[in-house]
Structure formats: structure tokens, C-alpha cells
């Protein structure tokens, strides 16, 4: 059975960093499209990056040049680098997998069958 399990969320003045991960267990983790998606309050839930088997990403327009993406296949964990955070990235980060995805760094929340329960992020001005 898939199991995500995300961590690293908190509060953090504008301007700060937080790094996300997301232990996977329960399949043969190398071989899946994984991604970070987040859901501001009253939103839908947003692409935030992708990373494909073949280790090519793709970024949401807002957060190209601050957050970076990231596997360790070795430990079974997805990474979320944020940096130069905004009071408008506060929401709940979740992280998601799926082994069919067709063109992983074009994918949508749709696309993905697997996900975590998410961590907070709260970012203050």
C-alpha cells in the first residue's frame, strides 16, 4: 500500500526558508511522477512542482527561482526547498505520486492517485 507522509511545515517570517519532505513507502518509489501541490484556505488545491523518474521538473510561475525540488531515491523521500518565502505561499503542502502518469512534468492534480495529508506552512508579512 502507497503511503506519503509529509514533513517540515511551520511558521516562518517573509523572507525565511523551510524545506519540505515527503517519505514514501509501499512501491518501487524511483519509478513514479511525484509532485507538491498546495491548498490555501478557500482555494483550490495548485501545482507547486514536479519531478519526473528522470529527474526533470517543472514550477508553478510563482515559485520559479525560490523553491527547488528534489529526490532521494536511496531514502525514499521527496524534498521541497522553499526560499524567499511570501505571505501568499502560507497553505497546507501536500505531496502526491502516481506510477501512470504519461508526461510527468505536465501533470495535474487530477493525474495523481496518491497523496499525503499535508503539512502547514504559514508564512507572516
Known amino acids: 500500500q502507497v503511503q506519503l507522509v509529509e514533513s517540515g511545515g511551520g511558521s516562518v517570517q517573509a523572507g525565511g526558508s523551510l524545506r519540505l519532505s515527503c517519505a514514501a513507502s509501499?512501491?518501487?518509489?524511483?519509478?513514479?511522477?511525484m509532485g507538491w501541490f498546495r491548498q490555501a484556505p478557500g482555494k483550490q488545491r495548485e501545482g507547486v512542482a514536479i519531478?519526473?523518474?528522470?529527474?526533470?521538473?517543472s514550477y508553478a510561475d510563482s515559485v520559479k527561482g525560490r523553491f527547488t525540488i528534489s529526490k532521494d531515491n536511496a531514502k525514499n523521500t521527496l524534498y521541497l526547498q522553499m526560499n524567499s518565502l511570501k505571505p501568499e505561499d502560507t497553505a497546507m503542502y501536500y505531496c502526491?505520486?502516481?506510477?501512470?502518469?504519461?508526461?510527468?512534468?505536465?501533470?495535474?492534480?487530477?493525474?495523481?492517485?496518491?497523496w499525503g495529508q499535508g503539512t502547514q506552512v504559514t508564512v507572516s508579512s
Open positions: 502526491a505520486a502516481d506510477p501512470w502518469v504519461l508526461s510527468c512534468t505536465l501533470a495535474r492534480r487530477t493525474d495523481f492517485g496518491y
Open positions: 509501499g512501491y518501487t518509489y524511483s519509478t513514479y511522477c
Open positions: 519531478i519526473g523518474n528522470d529527474g526533470s521538473t
